[in-house]
């Protein structure tokens, strides 16, 4: 990912504000508008949309016109589009050129594979984070700026994030790997789905989307490593794996505290509004209804295999 100053975020910002729009035209007329540079640079950072998720981001969810335009830019070499997983409908990524003209610094990603259902939650959770007001870095943003040390750094600066060093989970003199990452042993880092810095405060708060539930050593890992870099974490969790994390009424009705009260990150008992204040929970919902149906049934099937 080439970077250089925290000058080069902003230039790279202005430099996009100034051109959407004005994109290079093809031998008919037709040029790149700004919702379709929008869809570009979102199809590159989060390596895979649906058609359904491009109309929400870019042209105010209406579908026809999302269809037009990816149409056009599938013809003119920047988008493939596939059709093959009858659950996902049409699906959506870059091509090495559209991912040059997207200038997010990244290559293009690679077709989408077995954990296709998974790209696609994160994905409708970064986008719904960003449309709250929410700066965020897709997890392959993470891994491009963690490959070069002091980058991670000058990014959060970027982003608003005041006096980095003295932010908790930002650690001065993090390993390479560390700033954004968190680590897991004496070798090993945990790369959260996405990181996100809020609207006010300006602050990094990791994302973990998961749609079933771990085994309960995994789990317990990543809290620990959490827990140990003081780094805030958000889940957008299914319902198996809320009840997981922060427990559920027993069959006497009372409460059976979870993974996230055993290791002190919630506070015993029925979680309380407000009361969790490094690890947060929010039910996983999806923009596109077939990305949601197909996260329902994922999880119910997984609690299942769970419980047998």
């Known amino acids: 990912m080439e970077m250089g100053t925290t000058g080069v975020y902003r230039e790279r910002a202005e ?8 994109g290079e035209a093809r031998g008919d007329g037709w040029q790149r508008t700004e919702e379709d540079e929008q869809l570009l640079r979102l199809a590159t950072r989060y390596s895979t949309l649906t058609l359904h998720q491009a109309a929400y981001a870019c042209w105010g969810g209406r579908i ?3 269809r037009r335009r990816v149409r056009l830019m ?5 988008l493939h589009r596939n059709a093959d997983v009858r ?18 610094g990244l290559s293009a990603p690679r077709p989408p594979g077995e954990r296709l259902l998974h790209r696609l939650a994160v994905a409708d959770a970064g986008i719904g984070l960003e449309a709250n007001g929410y700066s965020v870095l897709s997890e392959r943003e993470v891994h491009a700026v963690e490959a070069v040390p002091g980058r991670a750094v000058e990014l959060l600066e970027a982003l608003g ?13 993090a390993r390479r790997g560390e700033t954004l990452a968190v680590p897991v042993g004496a070798h090993a880092v945990h790369w959260p789905d996405l990181l996100v810095v809020e609207p006010t405060p300006r602050f990094p708060i990791a994302v973990e989307v998961e749609l079933t539930a771990k085994s309960p050593t995994a789990i317990r890992t990543i809290l620990r490593a959490y827990r140990q870099a003081q780094r805030r974490v958000l889940y957008m969790a299914t319902e198996p794996v809320v009840r997981q994390l922060q427990g559920s009424p027993g069959p006497d009705g009372r409460w059976a505290d979870g993974v996230a009260q055993e290791l ?12 969790g204040r490094q690890l947060s929970l929010r039910p996983f919902t999806s923009v596109d209804p077939a990305v949601a149906r197909r996260a329902a049934q994922h999880a119910a099937r997984g609690a299942w295999l769970r419980s047998g």
């Open 15 to 22: 430099r996009r504000r100034r051109t959407q729009g004005t």
């Open 64 to 66: 026809e016109a999302a």
């Open 74 to 78: 599938v013809e003119a070499g920047l």
């Open 87 to 104: 659950w996902a409908r049409t699906v959506l990524w870059p091509t090495e050129r559209g991912a040059r003209i997207a200038d997010t």
């Open 161 to 173: 994030v005041p006096g980095v060093h003295g932010v908790p989970g930002v650690p001065a003199d």
């Open 264 to 275: 002190g990150l919630l506070p015993q008992g029925e979680p309380r509004p407000g009361t």
